[in-house]
């Protein structure tokens, strides 16, 4: 069961410093930068206005599962830390954390979404849920401890993400992700 939400979530950065925050890690803000400073195949995999998970599950032609780290709620709002893994291999393939408005969803998809196994786009896409992705902005961050605690060690510099906002087709958000791909 998610815990009582205490983040705000205005913040660009939010909930990504929201996990940081909790657990008592020191927040440096990634660099933010232009799409095209991104490099391959960082660039193929998040510039677009596509969802994540089905791109990410084409790319390594393989289903995508959720490893929840964290999960809190206040109202209607619901967030989650949490690593997508490859269902064959588990092999980790994003980092993220999301801010799902739950209260604009469907029961039956609410109740999916609270069973923290499946990806929000994988559970979209089954109940034929009408939305838009549309990214608010792409950055680079140096992996730290935490990060190579959850999608395992790396020597990489950089490691390149996005901020996405999925919509309603009338524009209202459903939910504002921040979503990091490992080296």
């Not at 205490?6 to 410093?17: C, V």
Request: charged share 20%; proline share 9%.
């Amino acid at each position: 069961m998610p815990a009582k939400c205490t983040e705000p979530w205005s913040d660009f950065w939010f909930p990504l410093e929201g996990c940081y925050r909790r657990q008592g890690i020191t927040w440096v803000p990634p660099e933010r930068i232009e799409p095209s400073d991104i490099p391959a195949p960082y660039q193929q995999l998040m510039v677009h206005e596509d969802d994540m998970t089905p791109t990410l599950s084409n790319y390594y032609n393989d289903s995508i599962l959720i490893q929840c780290l964290f999960s809190q709620m206040e109202g209607s709002d619901y967030c989650r830390e949490v690593v997508l893994c490859l269902h064959s291999t588990g092999k980790q393939v994003e980092w993220g954390g999301i801010r799902i408005f739950l209260d604009r969803l469907p029961s039956e998809v609410q109740e999916r979404i609270l069973q923290e196994r499946l990806p929000l786009g994988d559970i979209l896409q089954q109940y034929a849920v009408a939305h838009h992705s549309r990214p608010m902005g792409f950055f680079r961050m140096r992996p730290n401890d935490h990060i190579r605690a959850v999608l395992g060690p790396s020597e990489a510099s950089w490691l390149y993400g996005r901020r996405n906002r999925l919509t309603e087709p009338s524009g209202a958000p459903l939910a504002e992700i921040i979503e990091i791909l490992p080296a």
